[in-house]
Each structure stands twice: as structure tokens, then as C-alpha cells.
């Protein structure tokens, strides 16, 4: 497998960051079990073709994950997540050498190995916690590193998620592991934030995030925001299907557009291409 050397990686993501409009990451999950669409793309020519798909339709990014983060899931080791990832990522690379291409791992070993097989961008919902390696990779390989926040882990995430003052907790918690990243080498410019939605959270601790995008947005740091298709929507909503979910999503896109967040992480690329689109270009009208 050909080994990518970091100094042409990191271009295509940051030189999308650094266009300031909001950027699409299409979720391609090659899992077996992911809570909206484990399974379908767990080949590597499936996998190609929904990435095919995807920018077709405005994906900026595409976000390849071989291990679901739903509540309740069970951790898959590295090696096993490797097998699955690498083999998408490489063939990504060869048939798509201009798309933009994250690993979404918290596993140093799967994340270099997903930047050998070409990508460029490794999105940690661990935000470096799992794994003592992930700081001093995403340092050495220079290549944008996203934090998320999440209380608890997946396993058991949702079992009773509790704060005193939840933006002002995330945002701290967030503040200080991009500061810990920077001081492990990372460089400031690199680093991506999020605020982790579903991750951790009861319906009202996502609603008052979503409402305070803005103070994260100020942070200096590109915010990512991750709804699609998210069961404290279809509370609201009185929908159970994940996947009528996305008139919902679209909804917190074009919200995340007007509020500053940069990267929006969706299953539904279209719809959320055009709500990004059309909320950014209002936001730039109010500017005058």
C-alpha cells in the first residue's frame, strides 16, 4: 500500500477550510452495524460508489469510519478496523485523487493507517482520550485533527448523561484538549472542534448546544457539527425512522450556516448541500 506523505495531505482539507463557505462531509460508514446505515456500503467498491454519489451531489469531505459510535455499541478493535478502512481509503485515493478524505477513528493505529492509504484528515470522537498516540500522530503527520466532546463512551453514553451547564462545560472541555493538542505539536490551524450532539446528551443538552453554536464559533476553531439523522430530533419530531429524519437535519444545517460552524457531517449530502448553500448565502447578504 503506498504510504502518502503528510505535506501533500494536509492541503486538500485545509485549503477547503481556509475558503471560509461551509463545507459538506459525507458520512461513509463501512460498518456492519452504524445506527442508520450499517452494512450498506461495508464493500470497498459499494463503499466507492457512494462516495461516487456523495460528491456528485456537493460532499466536500468523506468521512470513512469502520466503527459505530451509536449508543450501546461495542468497541471494534484496531486491526479489525484497519481491514475495513484501509482498503476504502486506498481506493478512494486511486479513483479519487482530488476528493477530500477523513478517518473517523480514535484509534492512532487505524488513523496512520488510513493517512498511509491517503487521507487527510482524522476526526476523533475521543478527542485524543482513547488513545495517548492520537496527539503526537496528528502532530507528526501535520494533518487537520477534529475534537469532539463526548460524556461517557459509546456503550453506555446515553444511560444517564448529566451537566450542571452543558455549553459551558463542552466548550471548556473543548478549549482544553485543543489546548493539550497544541501543546503536543498540533498546529493551531489544524484543529477542528465538536461539540458532539447525541453523543452523551439528553434532548435538551443538544437543543441548548445547537442554540449556542455561536459562542463555539467564536472559539477561533473550526466547528463541525454532526446531527444527521439523530434520535433527539425524532423526539421532537415524532418520528422513529432515522432516515425521515432528513427535513430535520437540514433544518440544523442551515441553523449551523447562520450561527459560524464550518463543517457540517451528514448522511443526506443534497438536501444538506442546498440548506448550506442557501443559508450561507443569506448570511452573506446580512453582512452588506
Not at 70 to 95: F, T
Amino acid at each position: 500500500m503506498p504510504i502518502f506523505p503528510a505535506e501533500t495531505l494536509m492541503n486538500r482539507v485545509l485549503a477547503l477550510l481556509q475558503s471560509h463557505r461551509p463545507l459538506i462531509m459525507g458520512i461513509l460508514n463501512v460498518t456492519p452495524d452504524s445506527f442508520s446505515d450499517g452494512g450498506l456500503h461495508f464493500h470497498p467498491d459499494a463503499a466507492l460508489a457512494q462516495a461516487r454519489r456523495m460528491l456528485a451531489e456537493g460532499a466536500d469531505i468523506i468521512d470513512v469510519g469502520g466503527e459505530s459510535t451509536r449508543p450501546g455499541s461495542e468497541p471494534v478493535p484496531a486491526a479489525e478496523q484497519i481491514a475495513r478502512v484501509a482498503p476504502v481509503v486506498a481506493a478512494l485515493r486511486a479513483a479519487l485523487p482530488d476528493c477530500a478524505v477523513s478517518v473517523d477513528t480514535t484509534r492512532a493505529a487505524v488513523a496512520e493507517a488510513a493517512l498511509d492509504a491517503g487521507a487527510d484528515m482524522v476526526n476523533d470522537v475521543a478527542a485524543g482520550r482513547d488513545d495517548d498516540g492520537m496527539f503526537e500522530l496528528a502532530a507528526r503527520r501535520g494533518v487537520p485533527y477534529c475534537l469532539m466532546h463526548m460524556q461517557g463512551d459509546p456503550k453506555t453514553m446515553q444511560e444517564a448523561p448529566h451537566y450542571e451547564a452543558v455549553v459551558d462545560e463542552v466548550l471548556a472541555f473543548l478549549l482544553e484538549r485543543a489546548a493539550r493538542a497544541e501543546q503536543a505539536g498540533v498546529a493551531r490551524e489544524h484543529l477542528v472542534i465538536d461539540p458532539g450532539i447525541g453523543f452523551g446528551k439528553r434532548r435538551q443538552d443538544n437543543l441548548e448546544l445547537l442554540a449556542a453554536l455561536d459562542r463555539f464559533a467564536a472559539s477561533g476553531y473550526p466547528v463541525l457539527l454532526g446531527t444527521s439523522r439523530k434520535r433527539f430530533m425524532g423526539a421532537i419530531c415524532q418520528v422513529e425512522t432515522p432516515a425521515e429524519l432528513v427535513p430535520a437535519t437540514v433544518a440544523t444545517t442551515a441553523l449551523g450556516v447562520m450561527a459560524g460552524a464550518r463543517i457540517f457531517r451528514v448522511h443526506d449530502v443534497k438536501e444538506n448541500r442546498q440548506a448550506a448553500d442557501i443559508a450561507w448565502a443569506v448570511r452573506l447578504a446580512g453582512r452588506g
